[in-house]
């Protein structure tokens, strides 16, 4: 959420900066005004009444000791009156911050000064491109061909257990999952990050305050009976251990990473790129996660960027970085970076990873704090990106790599794969 704050003392700036997102925000944010100038007085009165009724108490108690009973059972009779209209402004406080609430989370975050209007991805702009895109024969096959011929991925098994979107990874298909999995994990590791292996549901109250909810409940898989829901990325559970917390200042930057399947219902993408890997509804990633102080997180930002070109340059594959426009970005994020490989055979560019700063829009849900330099309590900022998203990394891996011997392995999944050619 966009801090109280931060609305009170420059609505105007809110609303122009919004409208890079494309988002109309002038009325909400009247809105939230309003209802945060009624709850501020609504405050007062309710302190002025606690006060009146805490010295009235002391007062009654005086009384007492100086055997004056008819006067304190007077002045008793007044602080019940005084409690009744105490009740009345609590409930109203209550009601007042509820809807305020409800009223800030339908804000987005504040795009950084860096990114530029857009409508969408045709307008995102290519800030960094490295690689000789691979010149295949005219026979070269897709990834879903190919893996149907070396038996290393069943869509229709997958589709006759679970259904469309659920792949199984057979022989060595399954191994490549396992191999890049561990690959990506000992390169996060050696990175600094810390590893975790999280709970593949979360509790609503960690979907809301990373921002899934209420943005995203459309695209998560919700299990009723419990109120829990099937996490879409490891960032969710990750980001959350440090929910409602206070840190120290020199206990930052915090590096976490974490290996997980995903589960997304990608609703709404129906007949866009749906064939073999390239859109799915359960995958494996993994994901890295840092918590910085607000004075750091950009420096931050793009040394988790250089992280991820650097395994995709040890994955020897062609990469470009993008970053996002308005349009095209998250609810939640401030600024983002794409990265997309290319896959020779469908010729064109794959997302792989998405790297996000969210600066203090989810630590402001997630009520994470940290004790600056000078002791006062501020807002951390919190970033996390793909390092990597499986599905298309193997699809760009099988259709880059096809020979006429087979599939060649880039030379650092070797060790991690036993082989170095699928045939």
């Not at 988790?304 to 939640?332: I, W």
């Not at 501020?378 to 087979?406: F, K, Y």
């Amino acid at each position: 959420m966009i801090p109280i704050q931060t609305l009170r003392e420059n609505p105007d700036y809110v609303i122009e900066r919004l409208k890079v997102k494309n988002f109309e925000a002038k009325e909400i944010v009247q809105s939230i005004l309003s209802h945060d100038e009624e709850r501020r007085k609504t405050q007062k009165m309710l302190d002025e009444k606690l006060a009146t009724s805490n010295q009235m108490a002391r007062e009654i108690g005086i009384l007492f000791k100086q055997g004056r009973s008819d006067e304190a059972q007077e002045l008793k009779m007044r602080t019940a009156q005084l409690k009744e209209e105490t009740r009345e402004l609590s409930e109203k406080l209550a009601s007042e911050e509820k809807n305020l609430e409800e009223l800030i989370v339908r804000l987005p975050n504040l795009p950084a000064e860096i990114v530029k209007p857009g409508k969408s991805s045709a307008e995102n702009e290519v800030v960094l491109q490295e690689g000789t895109l691979p010149s295949l024969e005219s026979t070269a096959l897709p990834h879903w061909e190919l893996a149907q011929k070396f038996n290393l991925i069943s869509f229709e098994l997958g589709a006759k257990v679970t259904g469309a979107g659920f792949p199984f990874y057979v022989g060595k298909g399954a191994k490549l999952q396992r191999a890049l999995i561990s690959f990506f994990l000992d390169e996060a590791i050696a990175a600094g990050f810390l590893e975790f292996e999280p709970p593949l549901l979360v509790n609503e109250d960690s979907a809301f305050a990373t921002g899934q909810l209420p943005d995203k409940e459309g695209q998560m898989y919700h299990v009723a009976i419990d109120n829990l829901y099937l996490i879409p990325t490891a960032e969710v559970p990750v980001t959350n251990l440090y929910r409602n917390m206070v840190l120290k200042h020199n206990e930052l930057p915090i590096k976490l990473c974490a290996y997980s399947a995903c589960f997304r219902r990608e609703a709404g993408s129906y007949g866009k790129d749906v064939r073999g890997l390239n859109r799915l509804h359960q995958f494996d990633k993994v994901e890295i996660v840092e918590i910085a102080h607000p004075d750091q997180s950009f420096r931050v930002l793009d040394e988790m960027t250089s992280h991820v070109a650097s395994l995709l340059r040890k994955l020897e594959l062609p990469f470009r970085m993008v970053r996002l426009c308005g349009g095209d970005m998250s609810f939640t994020s401030a600024i983002t970076y794409d990265f997309e490989v290319y896959s020779a055979a469908q010729q064109k560019w794959l997302e792989v990873s998405s790297v996000s700063n969210f600066t203090d829009y989810q630590a402001n849900r997630l009520k994470l704090r940290f004790k600056d330099e000078e002791g006062k309590t501020r807002l951390v900022h919190t970033l996390n990106g793909s390092a990597l998203a499986l599905p298309r990394i193997v699809a760009a891996l099988l259709e880059n790599n096809q020979t006429p011997e087979g599939i060649r392995m880039p030379k650092a999944l070797v060790p991690y794969t036993g082989f170095d050619l699928i045939s």
